[in-house]
């Protein structure tokens, strides 16, 4: 595994301070270089726990030492011993997006929108190597610093998926209130299913709730898969016609007919002046609080386990009939 990595024993050259957040197998460590006093974040996965799924983070390995983007974590090096392997990236210490979002004063169309472009402008990058995210959600932009003008970086490459010329993907995976209705409909897919992410993340950042939402998912599933969501008033009232019908562009029940990103950030919501200027944080903060404080969201259920349970359902097939 990792072919090029440094076998010196990473802690004579990083100093390893405290755990930065937790993944499936691996925790991400606060560290310093030694020498220069630069920080990183240092991606520490047990090999004990990754029996099995190396391909997985080889994977991740492989999409991240490909990219150079302004808007994407960088992998800086790699350092390999028998316990652990250690991905060590671009530290970015801004915190999460909906966080974010909380804390500040004020918040527009006009700030959701900037917020959007770069995501376009990133995915856009990796769409153009033929790099497929698959598993864009809120949790996995994180901004560049504390300062107010900081960019926004997307994280978490552990899905991605380069698509061959010609061939569709066809693995079920993902977060299910973010994923797109062919990857539940266990159809193959391809690019597409990015853009139907951005568009569930843009709709969020405009009124503070998800499209799709349920405590049953059989009923979430049907939603997704039908694209059945709302503008509900009073939340969407003040937002502009122009958010709505981009919105919808980037959610559309069919792959073929959503923008692609290219298309996206050339729509006037993104590059001309459609987006609003009124002051929408009061609502969208109350809202992000209330509906993702609790981490009803945040589950980490992988689709693959949800389209078992779907099958279990009787959904596959029957919900499939109503929603073409």
Same mark, same amino acid.
């Given at each position: 595994?990792?072919?090029?990595?440094?076998?010196?024993?990473?802690?004579t050259k990083f100093?390893?301070?405290?755990?930065? &957040?937790?993944?499936?197998? $691996?925790?991400?460590?606060?560290?310093?270089?030694?020498?220069?006093?630069?920080?990183?974040?240092?991606? !520490?996965?047990?090999?004990?726990? /990754?029996?099995?799924?190396?391909?997985?983070?080889?994977?991740?390995?492989? +999409?991240?030492?490909?990219?150079?983007?302004?808007?994407? +974590?960088?992998?800086?090096?790699? @350092?390999?011993?028998?316990?652990? %392997?250690?991905?060590?990236?671009?530290?970015?210490?801004?915190?999460?997006?909906?966080?974010? /979002?909380?804390?500040?004063?004020?918040?527009?169309?006009?700030?959701? $929108?900037?917020?959007?472009?770069?995501? %376009?402008?990133?995915?856009? *990058?990796?769409?153009?190597?033929?790099?497929?995210?698959?598993?864009?959600?809120?949790?996995n932009l994180l901004?560049?610093?504390?300062?107010?003008?900081?960019?926004?970086?997307?994280?978490?490459?552990?899905?991605?998926?380069?698509?061959?010329?010609?061939?569709?993907?066809?693995?079920? !995976?993902?977060?299910?209130? @973010?994923?797109?209705?062919?990857?539940?409909? #266990?159809?193959? @897919? &391809?690019?597409?299913?990015?853009?139907?992410?951005?568009? +569930?993340?843009? *709709?969020?950042?405009? !009124?503070?709730?998800?499209?799709? *939402?349920?405590?049953?998912?059989?009923?979430?599933?049907?939603?997704?898969?039908?694209?059945?969501?709302?503008?509900?008033?009073? *939340?969407?009232?003040?937002?502009?016609?122009?958010?709505?019908?981009?919105?919808?562009?980037?959610?559309?029940? =069919?792959?073929?007919?959503? @923008?692609? !990103?290219? #298309?996206?950030?050339?729509?006037?919501?993104?590059?001309?002046?459609?987006? &609003?200027s009124k002051d929408?944080?009061?609502?969208?903060?109350?809202?992000?609080?209330?509906?993702?404080?609790?981490?009803?969201?945040? #589950?980490?259920? =992988?689709?693959?386990?949800?389209?078992?349970?779907?099958?279990?359902?009787? %959904?596959?097939?029957?919900?499939?009939?109503?929603?073409?």
């Amino acid at each position: 595994m990792a072919s090029d990595a440094n076998k010196v024993d990473i802690r004579t050259k990083f100093d390893l301070k405290e755990v930065l &957040g937790t993944g499936a197998f $691996s925790k991400v460590f606060l560290a310093e270089n030694r020498k220069s006093g630069n920080r990183v974040a240092i991606k !520490c996965i047990p090999r004990k726990l /990754i029996k099995g799924k190396e391909d997985s983070i080889n994977n991740e390995i492989s +999409v991240l030492r490909s990219l150079k983007h302004c808007n994407i +974590v960088e992998l800086l090096e790699i @350092y390999d011993n028998p316990s652990h %392997l250690y991905l060590v990236m671009q530290l970015v210490s801004g915190g999460e997006l909906f966080d974010r /979002i909380v804390e500040k004063g004020s918040y527009t169309e006009k700030d959701a $929108s900037h917020l959007i472009s770069q995501i %376009l402008d990133a995915i856009d *990058y990796l769409h153009s190597k033929d790099i497929v995210h698959r598993d864009l959600k809120p949790e996995n932009l994180l901004y560049h610093s504390t300062a107010e003008d900081s960019k926004i970086m997307i994280s978490d490459f552990g899905l991605s998926k380069v698509e061959v010329e010609g061939q569709m993907l066809k693995t079920a !995976c993902g977060t299910p209130g @973010y994923v797109a209705p062919e990857v539940l409909k #266990q159809k193959p @897919y &391809g690019k597409e299913v990015d853009v139907w992410s951005i568009g +569930v993340i843009a *709709y969020i950042l405009l !009124c503070g709730y998800p499209p799709f *939402y349920d405590e049953n998912d059989q009923k979430l599933f049907e939603q997704i898969m039908k694209a059945e969501y709302e503008f509900d008033s009073p *939340y969407w009232d003040d937002i502009s016609q122009s958010a709505k019908t981009f919105i919808s562009r980037l959610m559309h029940k =069919n792959p073929h007919q959503r @923008y692609t !990103c290219k #298309q996206a950030l050339n729509d006037p919501w993104i590059a001309g002046d459609a987006a &609003g200027s009124k002051d929408i944080h009061g609502h969208v903060s109350q809202n992000i609080k209330k509906n993702f404080a609790r981490n009803k969201w945040r #589950q980490a259920i =992988n689709v693959a386990t949800a389209t078992a349970r779907m099958k279990k359902l009787n %959904l596959a097939t029957q919900t499939l009939k109503n929603s073409t």
